[in-house]
C-alpha cells in the first residue's frame, strides 16, 4: 500500500483527457491502487499491463486485465504515463512520467526516487524480468511487510546505503524476506567473460564478510547461456546461491513459507 491515499481525493479535470477512438474513460479519479502502479513503474523503469494487472490490480475484485487496461489508459490519458514498443516483444511498455511522479511526490507517497531511471530499449528486457521476479516473490508471500524490494535506483538515493563501497557491483535489487534477510538479487541476462564473473563474485564475497555488510546472501539468476561460467565462479560460496529463472520461479511458486 502506498499510505492513507482515498479514491475521491484527486481528481483529473476532464480538459486533460485526450480523445480516444477505441474507449472512452468515465472516471476521472485516481484510486490508490493507481498510484501504488504508478510507484511500481517508477521503480521498475517499465511494465507491460499484464504485469501491471498481476502486481497491482488483481488483488481484490478485478476477475481481467480488462480492468487494468482502463486504469492504465486512465493514466495515459491524464499525463501519467507513456507507452513505448520494445522490438523484443509485441506488446506495449508503460513508463512513467514527470507529471506522474511529481503527483506521487506531491501525496508524500514513500519511497519515491527524484531520478527518472528508464532502461533504453535494449535493457528493457532485463528490467522485464526483474519485474517478474518481484511478481512472482509477491504471490509467493516470501517477503518482509514494508519496503521488501529496492530497486537500483533507489539504493542510489538511499543516503544510508553504502554506495562507495560498490561502484560496478551495485546489485539489481535487495529483496527482505520473510525471516527478515536481506537478499541481494543479481540477474544475467547474457553470458559475460569470466574474470569479469568472478571480480563481481569476489566483490560480492568482500561485503558478506563485513559486519556491517548490505545483505546478507546473494541470489544469481541466470539465463541458460551465462549459467556455467556463474557456477564455476560461485564453488564453495554458501552465501552466493545460483539459480536459472525457471528453478527460481517453481521455488517461489512451490514454497508458500518463511523465507
Not at 479514491?7 to 498510484?35: C, F, H, I, Y
Not at 546505503?161 to 560498490?166: G, I, L, T
Not at 524476506?177 to 541476462?189: D, G
Amino acid at each position: 500500500m502506498v499510505g492513507d491515499l482515498r479514491q475521491d481525493e484527486v481528481k483529473v479535470p476532464s480538459s486533460k483527457l485526450k480523445a480516444s477512438r477505441k474507449s472512452v474513460v468515465l472516471t476521472g479519479v485516481v484510486t490508490e491502487r493507481d498510484a501504488e502502479a504508478l510507484l511500481w513503474i517508477l521503480h521498475q523503469g517499465v511494465m507491460t499491463v499484464d504485469q501491471i494487472f498481476r502486481a497491482i490490480y488483481s488483488r481484490g475484485n478485478a476477475g481481467s486485465p480488462r480492468h487494468a487496461y482502463t486504469r492504465i489508459q486512465f493514466l495515459e490519458q491524464s499525463g501519467f504515463l507513456v507507452s513505448l514498443v520494445s522490438p523484443h516483444r509485441k506488446h506495449r511498455f508503460f513508463k512513467i512520467t514527470k507529471q506522474g511522479q511529481s503527483y506521487l511526490l506531491s501525496r508524500n507517497v514513500p519511497s519515491v526516487t527524484r531520478v527518472l531511471s528508464v532502461p533504453s530499449v535494449s535493457e528493457i528486457p532485463h528490467a522485464e524480468v526483474l519485474t517478474e521476479i518481484r511478481i512472482a516473490i509477491q504471490a509467493s508471500g516470501k517477503h518482509g511487510d514494508c519496503s521488501w524490494w529496492r530497486g537500483e535506483g533507489e539504493l542510489f538515493e538511499d543516503e544510508d546505503f553504502p554506495k562507495e563501497r560498490f561502484r560496478d557491483l551495485m546489485p539489481d535489487a535487495i529483496w527482505v524476506t520473510k525471516s527478515s534477510r536481506r537478499v541481494a538479487i543479481e540477474f544475467e541476462r547474457a553470458r559475460k567473460g569470466i574474470t569479469r564473473v568472478r571480480k563481481k563474485v569476489e566483490g560480492f564475497e568482500l561485503e558478506l564478510a563485513r559486519p556491517d555488510r548490505a545483505f546478507d546472501a546473494v541470489l544469481w539468476v541466470s539465463v541458460e547461456g551465462a549459467y556455467r561460467d556463474l557456477k564455476k565462479a560461485l564453488s564453495n560460496r554458501e552465501t552466493q546461491l545460483l539459480r536459472t529463472l525457471p528453478e527460481l520461479m517453481n521455488e517461489l511458486k512451490g514454497e508458500n513459507t518463511n523465507g
